[in-house]
């Protein structure tokens, strides 16, 4: 996508990175993360920042802070290969296709006030295990390596 900036004139300068998405966006359509780091705010609250890009390589970010959702998908992701994520900030290239894009779960729980209201998770979706076994056995599939980007 192009964008008319020549309002801004000839010395403007950009902000690099790529745009954020709302996760509802990404129900159901295919994409892959290419990297993922992990920060902690001052309240505690722990933070996946996912890099992604749709099928026609359209770069974009979101941000789970779930802790049975994508958040928890990935970091148990990089515990399997060996990785510890560290919550500094530190770049972990991964290359994790998620054909069906997001799925999400919907429930109820209560706030510290005792009212109902509706939550959200979001989990990434896979190809199902039958299917990457068969890909990993036909050799089309090669073992992800998961390192911090240097």
């Known amino acids: 996508m192009t964008i008319d900036i020549t309002w801004a004139g000839n010395d403007a300068e950009f902000i690099?990175?790529?745009?954020?998405?709302?996760?509802?966006?990404?129900?159901?359509?295919?994409?892959?993360?290419?990297?993922?780091?992990?920060?902690?705010?001052?309240?505690?609250?722990?933070?996946?920042?996912?890099?992604a890009e749709d099928k026609d390589g359209e770069e974009f970010d979101f941000i789970d802070s779930s802790t049975t959702g994508i958040k928890h998908q990935l970091s148990t992701f990089l515990s399997l290969k060996g990785v510890t994520p560290a919550f500094?900030?530190?770049?972990?290239?991964?290359?994790?296709?998620?054909?069906?894009?997001?799925?999400?779960?919907?429930?109820?729980?209560?706030?510290?006030?005792?009212?109902?209201?509706?939550?959200?998770?979001?989990?990434?979706?896979?190809?199902?295990?039958?299917?990457?076994?068969?890909?990993?056995?036909a050799g089309a599939i090669p073992a992800a390596d998961a390192k911090p980007a240097k």
């Open 16 to 51: 690099g990175g790529a745009d954020l998405r709302d996760k509802t966006e990404l129900i159901g359509l295919p994409f892959r993360i290419t990297g993922v780091f992990f920060t902690r705010n001052e309240k505690g609250i722990e933070y996946a920042n996912i890099e």
């Open 88 to 137: 500094n900030g530190d770049v972990y290239d991964v290359n994790i296709v998620c054909p069906k894009g997001l799925r999400v779960s919907e429930y109820e729980v209560q706030d510290m006030r005792g009212n109902t209201k509706l939550a959200k998770t979001y989990y990434l979706t896979s190809g199902g295990r039958a299917a990457r076994r068969a890909k990993e056995n």
